[in-house]
């Protein structure tokens, strides 16, 4: 990039007129080490800068090859070094300015021997990323005797030579009586701009019979159109989606300071991100919602882990916005169950996207009525509704068939158990809770099932 304007005014004579007893002029070692951002021009020699004038050394080989620089009141020096600096002084007078800029190219470069000799009055702005310290300060500084041109036009406060392209900015002029700036042939101390593209703006000074000109460039960078796309919008909460931007040259994801144009994205919560996109120094944004939800937590419960051949449960699952229930893909929370063998039921329950499953087995047995026949085995179990006590009469009773009877609930489990060993036994289920109940009367390898009601 081509740096803005550059006026120099350089004397081939020594210029000894800024010196005074009282001010201590020597040269200082320099021992810290800071970051200087400069070019210089070409021209070695002292440097005078008129009054009302801006200087802005941006040239490629910088300018302290061997003079001083001398800035008169009201004027500017904006000085940028990439090499460098020689043994040499800047002396700046009361209201006059000098800026030294930094440049990331070449950070904390050594300077060997630079020194400030300033007025009262004087502005000093350091850029660089380390404090100068080779200053002296003088009471006044007698400048040196110079014909200084009567119409010397200068383009002034260019803080910076690039535009976002969009943006707007106001270039003034000093240093004549009537100013014409061109493109536009516009007639004015100042001119306001929104270029379009980089643009080279050309200022005209007259001051009667005579003129000067002056010139800058502005560039245009374009501003990005930031595009932001993810996997999807929404994710389950411990998981992960993908988030990919592009139109701009670099990217910074917020919240999380996430670098890069690809990015992979697993908030705790729903999180709205704002990615922005840079081109250099000109930026935009755009936001994307991620929407987290939660994984459910799918309980299932059944009236009875055991159901007799023929015979249905009911199943209920709580936890979850929508379920299905395999085998037999049924959809609901609440299923009546009616399988034809042993079954183990998986339950998968959905929060939108998100799901999980839980299992439940229910066991089919071949249940028999409450009076079994057979051609060796006959029994009864009596009364039935009960309330206090089951009676099993066995007409024709045989103890070496080691008979057992067993009350079993609804679960399967076995909460009572008697071995008989007569034709009429009785079996209290005073302290059985109301409900259903199942008695299992074994005799050798012969089961036996009937359903009880206790009241």
């Known amino acids: 990039?081509?740096?803005?304007?550059?006026?120099?005014?350089?004397?081939?004579?020594?210029?000894?007129?800024?010196?005074?007893?009282?001010?201590?002029?020597?040269?200082?070692?320099?021992?810290?080490?800071?970051?200087?951002?400069?070019?210089?021009?070409?021209?070695?020699?002292?440097?005078?800068?008129?009054?009302?004038?801006?200087?802005?050394?941006?040239?490629?080989?910088?300018?302290?090859?061997?003079?001083?620089?001398?800035?008169?009141?009201?004027?500017?020096?904006?000085?940028?070094?990439?090499?460098?600096?020689?043994?040499?002084?800047?002396?700046?007078?009361?209201t006059s300015t000098l800026v030294i800029k930094g440049n990331t190219q070449l950070p904390n470069l050594s300077v060997s021997g630079f020194t400030l000799v300033t007025e009262p009055g004087a502005t000093i702005i350091n850029q660089t990323t380390v404090a100068i310290t080779n200053t002296i300060s003088c009471g006044s500084l007698t400048p040196p005797t110079v014909n200084?041109?009567?119409?010397?036009?200068?383009?002034?406060?260019?803080?910076?030579?690039?535009?976002?392209?969009?943006?707007?900015?106001?270039?003034?002029?000093?240093?004549?009586?009537?100013?014409?700036?061109?493109?536009?042939?516009?007639?004015?101390?100042?001119?306001?701009?929104t270029p379009a593209a980089t643009t080279i703006y050309t200022v005209t000074g007259n001051c009667g019979n005579t003129s000067s000109s002056a010139t800058t460039a502005i560039t245009v960078v374009n501003t990005?159109?930031?595009?932001?796309?993810?996997?999807?919008?929404?994710?389950?909460?411990?998981?992960s989606v993908s988030g990919n931007a592009t139109g701009a040259s670099t990217y910074t994801w917020m919240p999380g300071n996430l670098v890069?144009?690809?990015?992979?994205?697993?908030?705790?919560?729903?999180?709205?991100?704002?990615?922005?996109?840079?081109?250099?120094?000109?930026?935009?944004?755009?936001?994307?919602?991620?929407?987290?939800?939660?994984?459910?937590?799918?309980?299932?419960?059944?009236?009875?882990?055991t159901v007799c051949t023929g015979q249905s449960v009911s199943g209920n699952a709580t936890g979850a916005s929508t379920y299905t229930w395999m085998p037999g893909n049924l959809v609901g929370a609440n299923q009546t169950l009616n399988p034809a063998a042993t079954t183990v039921y998986t339950i998968t329950g959905s929060n939108g996207s998100c799901s999980s499953n839980s299992s439940k087995t229910l066991?089919?047995?071949?249940?028999?009525?409450?009076?079994?026949?057979?051609?060796?085995?006959?029994?009864?179990?009596?009364?039935?509704?009960?309330?206090?006590?089951?009676?099993?009469?066995?007409?024709?009773?045989?103890?070496e068939k080691k008979t057992v009877i067993e009350i079993l609930n609804t679960l399967g489990q076995v909460i009572q158990s008697q071995t008989i060993t007569d034709s009429v036994t009785q079996i209290d289920v005073k302290n059985l809770p109301k409900g259903i109940y199942f008695a299992r009367l074994t005799s050798n390898n012969t089961l036996y099932i009937g359903r009880v009601i206790k009241e």
């Open 1 to 94: 990039m081509k740096k803005l304007l550059t006026i120099l005014v350089i004397l081939a004579f020594k210029l000894n007129g800024y010196s005074q007893s009282a001010c201590n002029q020597s040269t200082l070692a320099v021992s810290n080490v800071f970051t200087v951002n400069a070019t210089r021009p070409t021209t070695g020699g002292n440097l005078f800068i008129c009054p009302g004038v801006t200087v802005y050394d941006t040239s490629a080989t910088g300018f302290f090859g061997v003079g001083n620089a001398y800035l008169s009141p009201n004027s500017k020096f904006i000085y940028k070094s990439v090499v460098a600096w020689s043994n040499t002084k800047i002396y700046v007078k009361s």
């Open 260 to 305: 890069g144009a690809n990015q992979t994205l697993n908030p705790a919560a729903t999180t709205v991100y704002t990615i922005t996109g840079s081109n250099g120094s000109c930026n935009s944004n755009s936001s994307k919602t991620l929407t987290v939800i939660n994984t459910p937590t799918v309980n299932v419960s059944l009236s009875s882990s």
């Open 224 to 239: 990005p159109t930031v595009n932001v796309s993810l996997s999807s919008s929404t994710v389950c909460i411990g998981q």
């Open 363 to 399: 066991t089919v047995i071949m249940c028999t009525s409450i009076l079994e026949n057979s051609k060796d085995f006959n029994f009864k179990i009596s009364p039935n509704p009960c309330s206090d006590y089951l009676e099993i009469s066995i007409p024709v009773f045989n103890a």
């Open 148 to 193: 200084c041109p009567s119409c010397f036009v200068s383009i002034n406060n260019v803080s910076s030579n690039t535009l976002c392209a969009g943006n707007s900015t106001t270039l003034s002029a000093s240093g004549a009586n009537s100013y014409t700036w061109s493109p536009g042939s516009i007639q004015s101390p100042t001119l306001a701009i």
